[in-house]
């Protein structure tokens, strides 16, 4: 069985930095694309970041050069450094993974972690 676990959340001020991390179990990390995607209040749930099995990453243009991903294989584990942070950057923090040789791409989710920056 899939679990993702995000960690990391918080209240910071404009200008603060979070790093949230995603542990995930029951699935062969090296084989899976992990993401982080927000949810905030009244909008739709957008992509932030992503990095494949091959380290290959892509951001969502309102976090280049602010946010880094990065991927730690022997413990199993996503992370999301988020840096110069935006009263536009909270919401809610999810972590997803699928299984790039998955013909059915199956997606799994943590259950989110809540990021508020405010002052």
């Known amino acids: 069985q899939v679990h993702l676990v995000e960690s990391g959340g918080g209240l910071v001020q404009p200008g603060g930095s979070l790093r949230l991390s995603c542990a995930a179990s029951?699935?062969?990390?090296?084989?899976?694309?992990m993401g982080w995607y927000r949810q905030a209040p009244g909008k739709q749930r957008e992509l932030v970041a992503r990095?494949?099995?091959?380290?290959?990453?892509n951001y969502a243009d309102s976090v280049k050069g602010r946010f880094t991903i990065s991927r730690d294989g022997a413990k199993n584990t996503v992370y999301l450094q988020m840096d110069s942070l935006k009263p536009e950057d909270t919401g809610v923090y999810s972590c997803?993974?699928?299984?790039?040789?998955?013909?059915?791409?199956?997606?799994?989710w943590g259950q989110g972690t809540q990021v508020t920056v405010s002052s």
């Open positions: 990095i494949t099995r091959a380290g290959s990453i």
């Open positions: 997803n993974t699928v299984n790039e040789f998955d013909i059915f791409k199956r997606e799994y």
């Open positions: 029951g699935i062969l990390f090296s084989l899976n694309a």
